[in-house]
């Protein structure tokens, strides 16, 4: 752990950086299931603005302690006993007056580095504010999905529409309406486009790692370049998508110009940001 990427104390998550430009995050709160609370949010929050700024870290891969689940999300009972709770309304539960993927999720934190997601388990409902804005999410065969919101009486409207971008929107819509009563298999989440590969769950660690050191070999600023274009088209029409797609090669591949090193190539400033 020896990077600036390192250096900030986490309480919820471990953070290892392996020396081939990929950092590696882990969810390590197993004995909830790996589900997020206020602490686990400040500490993306922290650590998102770290990889953004940190030149050592050109990928990440983010993956999750124990045996039972990457992550099942909110911490609904911590949550509950939490009176100072500056994100819940006391006279209904579970309505939210905050967005947790603001701290969660890379894409919202400015952060345009390839992250990788290695998903074992069970994944559901808040998870999908790390899995739907992921590059690359891969999974084993064990792998289940499912959104449990409506079980237990709450609109179903943040993570399935991110979701929606990324796998069919019939598959979408089925989770969410279904909740607990249905989950997703591995081979369902690789059909729909939600994971691009079902991995044996003895390897899924070691791939995740393969794809994140390929992406951190190739030039910073090119990489960077593309996972920016890709996602920000996804907020425009595809004629206005097309002809932005010119402007990001013509800024973010300094590649040849003016002896500017492969290995080394950075974006401005402002194009990281």
């Known amino acids: 752990m020896s990077t600036d990427a390192a250096s900030p104390s986490y309480d919820t998550i471990l953070v290892e950086h392996t020396g081939d430009g990929v950092l590696t995050v882990t969810l390590n709160r197993p004995d909830v299931l790996n589900a997020f609370n206020e602490a686990m949010r400040a500490d993306f929050g922290r650590l998102w603005a770290t990889v953004r700024d940190d030149a050592s870290v050109r990928s990440v891969v983010l993956q999750a302690a124990g045996d039972r689940a990457f992550s099942t999300g909110l911490d609904v009972t911590e949550r509950m006993a939490d009176a100072d709770s500056p994100w819940l309304d006391r006279a209904a ?10 701290q969660l999720s890379p894409k919202r934190n400015a952060v345009w580095k390839p992250v990788v997601a290695a998903v074992h388990g069970m994944c559901a409902g808040g998870a999908f504010y790390w899995v739907a804005d992921c ?10 999905f499912f959104d449990p919101h409506v079980s237990y009486g709450m609109v179903a409207a943040l993570e399935p529409i991110a979701l929606s971008y990324r796998m069919t929107f019939s598959d979408v819509a089925r989770m969410a309406l279904l909740g607990l009563s249905e989950r997703m298999s591995a081979d369902r989440a690789l059909a729909c ?21 390929a992406m951190a070999r190739s030039p910073a600023a090119a990489i960077e370049g593309t996972v920016k274009a890709l996602w920000q088209s996804r907020d425009s ?16 591949n300094p590649v040849g110009a003016d002896g500017l090193d492969r290995a080394s190539a950075r974006p401005p400033e402002w194009w990281v940001r």
Not at 135 to 144: K, L, N, S
Not at 237 to 252: E, N, P
């Open 93 to 102: 539960p579970f309505a939210e007056h905050e967005d947790p993927g603001h």
């Open 135 to 144: 590059d690359i999410v891969i999974c084993e065969p064990g792998a289940t």
């Open 193 to 213: 486009g939600l994971v691009t590969e079902v991995v044996p769950a003895d390897d899924l660690r070691a791939r995740a790692a393969q794809l994140a050191a």
């Open 237 to 252: 029409g595809r004629s206005q998508a097309i002809a932005t797609a010119l402007m990001y090669t013509q800024v973010g």
